[in-house]
Structure formats: structure tokens, C-alpha cells
């Protein structure tokens, strides 16, 4: 008789199909568990879905024996509700046993878990926060995968922990940097980096909005005549954000954040081969888009509080480090430093423009941000800065820049979904109306990209006046899903807004694509400000735990 795992698939689905009512199926639920093709484990799951607390000792084993692409195979799936509160018994087991050697599988299984069971979560990182809170133990370098990059930062500072910190993270990066990809999966994730979007300037938007997850309140960068530097003072990396940016698809992200596809980082290999990272604790060069390398830490300061952690960790620095190269961050800058040297002939002067070209009333849309700095290549500098006042019927925004002042006068309401919604995207959002206006609040028309998803994209409201919500976007960021009913709710909740962001909006002879009122689409809206996180990087408290 043929072995299991040579008969065809649908020969196997029907040896399934039995499993259920034979006596042992260990065997079987073993041997399936091997195959490197998880699809049979993950329907023997469900066959024997009435036997699983019976056969969970077999079904652990056979899970922590998975690779980690069978692993997040099997996680992925629409499952019955024994299978997935068996599959969240053994994540949470996994999480607080598996060594960190299986970094990957361990980030995607923490995503999948917070997503799939916050209270399971929510237990595995109050472990951890009592572990880390208290001397190392063996076993402890395990915890830091739950550590913020603000709480790796502190941790590096205090001589209990700091060099479990510095062998982790060196670790990590060796573990990744050897970890087994396949050619053609290699070779997809070199095309989608390079081809999905068609704007060679559009990385320094999605570095916006990274620096904005962060928690920054202020991003530049410098455009250089060999490369590009990108700073911003949000919360510094963590190991999760480590794998992220090695990744596609395993964004560390949750839904209060605005990453959803995980791609976005990769859009810097638009103009750079391997991009640099200092980050608190990290330091790596990334080589053919997922190969990280560890870099040489860079000397601190010399001047530091007396006897802060702080400064207590810049004394570690070994003498002979390497001095930071320009506008490259020292060990203790408390930024992080993205440094794309370029490759395949930029022009720099147009990618200055590019960068200047960028709309201040993005600072509006991304909820942490305040400022934007530019310097180019011939050393000219320019950039804007928000600021915010309550007024009645509506926030008053200024955008100032050089001898420029842009006014606006915004109405902000909040949707709440009714509808489904795929899973790690959010339910709720806030939605914004701005228009300008001058010196004397009348309202004026607006230049530029009217309709926003955090981010401009290249929609044509046919209004004067600047729409922003969480809106279901293409890939490239640059349009609006089609057929999306939760874009249809948004669109509505803004022509209600457009009424109260001024007393007489502006409007192009063209149609709009905002619609009355309507009915269908059922949704609770208020008309709240959404609230913004305090950056991490700005407390040493466990306040950004992922």
C-alpha cells in the first residue's frame, strides 16, 4: 500500500475523510504532520476535530515539528471552533517555550495570536513583562520578543540585562540572515519590491508613515549626491520589527497602525540595494532584500548624566569602533537612522525635488507627525511644521513653512463598521474634512491631491477640499479598492462631515464622488477626534507592547 504521503490529493482527502472513526489515527495525524505540504495536517485537524482533546499531546508535537512556512499555513486558515481554540492553546504554549532559533515562526505566531485571541495574548505578554522586569533567567532571552524597541533600549542600559540584549540581537540577525528561503521565493520578493510601485519617490512616503507608526513627531531626510538619509525620533526597532522589514506579509502592525500589507519598507529598494538600519539596539545592513548583516556599533557620546542607565550603557562601546559616517547616528542619538546608498543611476537633484514635492497636508493626515524636514543635495533646506488650535465647529491647522502659511479648517467625525471585515484590518475610523481658507477663515479652493488614505493618493474627489479616512487602498497605495462597501460607508461618512468643515465648501463644476447621504450601509458615527499614542520613545514604560 502506497504511503500516505505519495497518493494523490484527492486520494488523501478521502483516507481523511475516514480517519474519524479508526481507532489509533496516530499514525496517520504523524505522518501527515511530516509532509511538507500542510494542507492534509490542516484537514486532519478538522476531521478530527470531536477527538482533539484526546489526541492533543500527538497534534502538539506534530505542530512543533512544523516548518515555519506549514506552520503559517496552518494558522492561516478558516478553522472550526475546536481547531482554532486547540491552534490558540498551542500558540500561546509555543510562545512561552519555543527558542528564539525560530524567530520567524515565532513573530507570525504572535501576530496570529493577537489577532486571533487578544486575552491569550494579552497572558503571554504579562509573563513576559514580569520576566523582564526581574533578573535574567536561562531561559529569559526568549521574553525580549515581546520587548518594544524602547523597552530593548532600556534593557541594553541595565547591567542585568544587557548582555542577554546584545547576544539576542545578534543572534536574531544571524538566525535570519540563515534562514532557508527558496529561489523563486527570493526572486518574488526582489520583483515585488522593485515593480509595484511606479513612482521611484514613492519609499519616502511609506517611510513616512512608518516613522508616523512609530510614534515620530519629526522625520527628514537628506538628499545626498551617493545616498539618502532618513531620520525620525519615534520608538526605535524591536526584534518584531527586525523580522518585518526582512519580510513580506509580516508586517508587526496592529490595527491602530496603518501598515496593513507589509510591503512597504521593501519600496526603498526602488533606489538602494542595501539600506542601512540604526535603531536603538540594532545596527544592520539588509543584502538581496532579506539577508540582514550586523554592523559595527557606532562610538557614543562622550557627555551623559552621571549615573543614568543611560550613560552607564555608552561606556560600553569599545574604543575601537568605527567613527559614524556622516549624518549617520552615534550609538546614543535616540533616533533612528535609515541610510539608502544608491544604486542604478539616481538623480539626485530630481529625487530632492521629489522629496519637497511632498504635501505638507500629509502631516494633517497621518495622526503623530508634526514636522517635515528637507535638505538636497546642494545643501538648501526647507520643510513644515503643524500646529493645532480648537475652535468652534472644528480643529484650525496651520501649515508653516518659510515665509508660507497654509489654513485649515477641519471636521472630524468617527465611522464604526458594521459591516465584515477581513481579519487585521480595523473596524473603525476617523474621517476628515479640511478645507482651506485665508486670513479672514473664508474658504479657498485646494491645490493638490485631495483625497487621502493616510498617505495622497492619486484619486480625483472632484471637490476643493482634502478627504482623509482609512480607506481599503490598492497595493500601490495609489487608488481606492473597488466594490468595497467600507469605502462606500467612509465616502458617506465624509459628505456628512463636508457639511460642518465651513459654511460654504468649495466646489469644482466636476461631479463628485461624494455622495449625500444614503441608505444601506448602516454605521455609529460621532464626532470625536481621533485620538493619537504617545510615542514610546518619549517614556522607559512598557507603553508600546506589541
Not at 29 to 41: M, Y
Not at 56 to 80: G, M, N, P, W, Y
Not at 199 to 209: A, I, V, Y
Amino acid at each position: 500500500m502506497a504511503s500516505f504521503g505519495a497518493l494523490p490529493f484527492e486520494e488523501q482527502l478521502a483516507r481523511i475523510a475516514a480517519i474519524a472513526s479508526e481507532a489509533d489515527p496516530r499514525p496517520l495525524l504523524r505522518e501527515a504532520g511530516a509532509l511538507p505540504d500542510a494542507e492534509p495536517f490542516a484537514r486532519m485537524l478538522e476531521a478530527l476535530d470531536g477527538r482533539l482533546d484526546e489526541l492533543e499531546d500527538e497534534v502538539a508535537a506534530a505542530i512543533e515539528a512544523l516548518s515555519d512556512a506549514a506552520l503559517q499555513h496552518v494558522l492561516a486558515r478558516e478553522a472550526t471552533a475546536p481547531v482554532a481554540a486547540l491552534l490558540v492553546r498551542r500558540v500561546e504554549h509555543a510562545l512561552s517555550r519555543w527558542p528564539l532559533s525560530r524567530l520567524m515562526a515565532l513573530a507570525f505566531a504572535a501576530r496570529w495570536l493577537r489577532r486571533r485571541s487578544p486575552e491569550a495574548y494579552a497572558r503571554v505578554s504579562a509573563r513576559a513583562a514580569q520576566a523582564l522586569d526581574a533578573p535574567p533567567r536561562p531561559d529569559g532571552a526568549r521574553w525580549l520578543l515581546f520587548a518594544s524597541g524602547c523597552e530593548l533600549a532600556a534593557l541594553a542600559a541595565d547591567p542585568r540585562w544587557a548582555e542577554v540584549v546584545r547576544v539576542t540581537v545578534r543572534a536574531a540577525i544571524e538566525t535570519l540572515a540563515r534562514a532557508p528561503k527558496s529561489i523563486s521565493q527570493a526572486n518574488a520578493e526582489r520583483l515585488l519590491a522593485q515593480r509595484v510601485y511606479a513612482d521611484r519617490g514613492h519609499f519616502l512616503f511609506e517611510l513616512l508613515q512608518n516613522a508616523d507608526d512609530a510614534g515620530a513627531a519629526r522625520w527628514s531626510v537628506e538628499v545626498g549626491h551617493d545616498r539618502v538619509l532618513v531620520r525620525h525620533d519615534g520608538a526605535p526597532f524591536s526584534l518584531l520589527d527586525l523580522v518585518g522589514v526582512l519580510s513580506i506579509g509580516q508586517t508587526t502592525k496592529h490595527t491602530a497602525q496603518i501598515g496593513f500589507f507589509g510591503v512597504g519598507f521593501k519600496s526603498v529598494y526602488e533606489i538602494c540595494a542595501r539600506p542601512r538600519v540604526r535603531s536603538g539596539v540594532f545596527a544592520f545592513e539588509i543584502a538581496h532584500v532579506s539577508i540582514p548583516r550586523a554592523l559595527a556599533p557606532r562610538p557614543a557620546r562622550a557627555r551623559g548624566r552621571a549615573g543614568s542607565r543611560r550613560a552607564q550603557s555608552r561606556t560600553r562601546t569599545p574604543p575601537s569602533a568605527p567613527a559614524a559616517a556622516p549624518g549617520e547616528a552615534p550609538a546614543d542619538s535616540g533616533e533612528t537612522v535609515l541610510v539608502l546608498p544608491y544604486e542604478g543611476g539616481v538623480d539626485p537633484a530630481a529625487l530632492a525635488a521629489r522629496a519637497r514635492a511632498i504635501p505638507p497636508e500629509t502631516l494633517m493626515t497621518l495622526p503623530r507627525l508634526t514636522s517635515i524636514a528637507v535638505r538636497g543635495p546642494e545643501g538648501r533646506s526647507s520643510g513644515w511644521h503643524e500646529a493645532r488650535e480648537d475652535a468652534a465647529g472644528g480643529a484650525l491647522v496651520t501649515l508653516e513653512s518659510d515665509g508660507e502659511a497654509r489654513r485649515y479648517r477641519c471636521a472630524t467625525r468617527e465611522l464604526a463598521f458594521e459591516g465584515p471585515r477581513e481579519e487585521g484590518r480595523a473596524g473603525k475610523s476617523a474621517v476628515l474634512v479640511a478645507a482651506s481658507i485665508d486670513g479672514d477663515g473664508a474658504p479657498r479652493p485646494l491645490e493638490g491631491p485631495t483625497l487621502y488614505a493616510f498617505l495622497p493618493t492619486a484619486e480625483r474627489t472632484g471637490l476643493r477640499v482634502l478627504v482623509h479616512a482609512r480607506f481599503d487602498v490598492t497595493l500601490d497605495r495609489e487608488r481606492l479598492e473597488l466594490d468595497s462597501a467600507w469605502n462606500d460607508a467612509l465616502l458617506e461618512e465624509a459628505g456628512r462631515a463636508l457639511g460642518t468643515s465651513t459654511r460654504r465648501p468649495v466646489r469644482s463644476p466636476r461631479s463628485s464622488r461624494l455622495s449625500p447621504p444614503r441608505g444601506g450601509t448602516r454605521s455609529r458615527s460621532s464626532r470625536r477626534r481621533a485620538s493619537s499614542r504617545p510615542r514610546c520613545a518619549r517614556s522607559p514604560a512598557r507603553s508600546r507592547r506589541r
